[in-house]
């Protein structure tokens, strides 16, 4: 079974899934600078999934590049992978359009966090060996703080997402040097 | 020609197709936890076909693997079955948000079947052996049972449709060997 | 410049299209098949232009492997045609949606026509020696006639672009000999 | 890292884009050719964008082939222009819907500006020397221009747009001799 096909499909969710967030941009009918105030939530909230989503492509990248073979079991661990990505557009408007309220900031989290138990489950079928992955087991680990600590406060929850990205935006170091 | 494009092609449309469903998860206006319950049913509804999706997905990868050549018929017998896989938003989305009534999971059926007889008429153009394909004939089978018991009682027709999935989450060890 | 890329772009715009076609298909609020009879209009209009876009990725795929090499005026003459492709959705949406009146099949007569000139232009700029093109000319010349000829009689109109689609669905045997 | 999968994610992301502006061009429910009128500075609108996702892809493909090797920062450069894209259906659709007001023509040249500075980002990262690039320094030029200038009189702004593109659907002669 070869990589390509596999990398093919998922490039192709993910880019769709990256695309169509933007259409809960909802074009305003009015022509005023006032009308895109109303879009501000909505728009951090699409900068943040699509942050989180290019890491997600960027990691997968590595990943599959990094993965010795792919077996059937492999497929469906990447489409359950990309079954909880796929929820990211739904949680990304609810929590924009509703001004990043503490339920769909939460909610939010819950995703975020299936998701990446379905990543670490995919490394482990594609057999890659990711050492002391310090991330990894840091990202679940803030998004599991994130569910009930955004009742506390929402910012906190908020707070949590950001720092997951930040630190995922420093490329994977492990990964590239596997390579090399 | 070579089988590289119509996987491309294939890989692109199933992608879509996966994804557009979710779009019908309608983003409530409230952030409150209940707004989620009315969305349970479509949510259901989407996991059932994004597991099918996956299914024709992961064996039109097998099966284009396994095909000796690809001739013209074989374009338009690919077509053929992306055509009814196409339907599936329409009738996921139907039978998700009327609750899974008795006539949405009887018309589910339906173009479940016709993808299906389109899937095996593939195989057929494709001259891919499948000795024999017991999944293949059950599947249809299933199918056509559920349209009509699924007025007796629609949980016969989910039932019927939930037990065809379990039945191909087993990956395909047929024609996993006919490489090996 | 490799043709790889000009495909698979291609096949990502046609595979796009063809499936946000079927969002046109509104899902409807009740669960009576009497709730699908005002769909049967937008669905056959959806039928016809599937087959039609099926019909273009089809000879698009010849074309593209026939063609000796590809310089910049191809990727504007590619960009053309997916242009008038584009608006295939629209087109049909209109069609299908008034029941096939006779503004919206002659307008989709004058869109079909200008793609098939599209596709005409691409030839010519591939350097495609396509032959006596006997279905290249009797295409556009039927959706010329189509486009008068509905306001006259709508059905007119259909049945010149159902005779156009049947004559493409046989196999393009000048280009596959070409290879052969 | 091979370039093939950055290009194949690219190439999705703009084609998706492309596809789903032309969404904007909303249905109308009556079948009389008037009803197209209201849409004919939506279509004006898409077809400028057309135009300029268009030569960004096609750019991009020459950028990419071109370019000597890509790391990771290469990635996040990436995703940072098809961030900038992915908003086009959104400033293209409000600039459409309200008629080309000033507000929404400026907002235009913003995103337009932030897209051109992403994809100079793009190619200082990628090492690619692009010479002497008249056309790369004055888009962005003109785009500043117009975000002001449309307050003055909107035409100026259009004027401006339809002027970079018309410099731009010009192929990049610079590149293509690199590769000859």
Known sequence: M??????????????ILITIMVLELHVPKSPHVGALRPLVPVFLSYLLSFVFLGIYWNNHHHL???APHI?????????HLLFWLSLFPFTTAWMG?????KVPVSIYGVVSLLAAIAYYVLQRVLGVDVGRDIKGLVSPALYAAAIPLSFVNRWIGLALYVTVALIWLIPDRRLEKQFA
């Not at 070869?2 to 880019?15: L, P, Y």
């Not at 077996?71 to 489409?79: K, Q």
């Open 2 to 15: 070869h990589k390509g096909r596999i990398e093919a499909f998922s490039d192709g969710v993910i880019a």
């Open 97 to 101: 359009e509703n001004h990043f309220d």
């Open 64 to 66: 599959l590049q990094a």
């Open 71 to 79: 077996n059937g079991a492999a497929l469906w661990a990447n489409l």
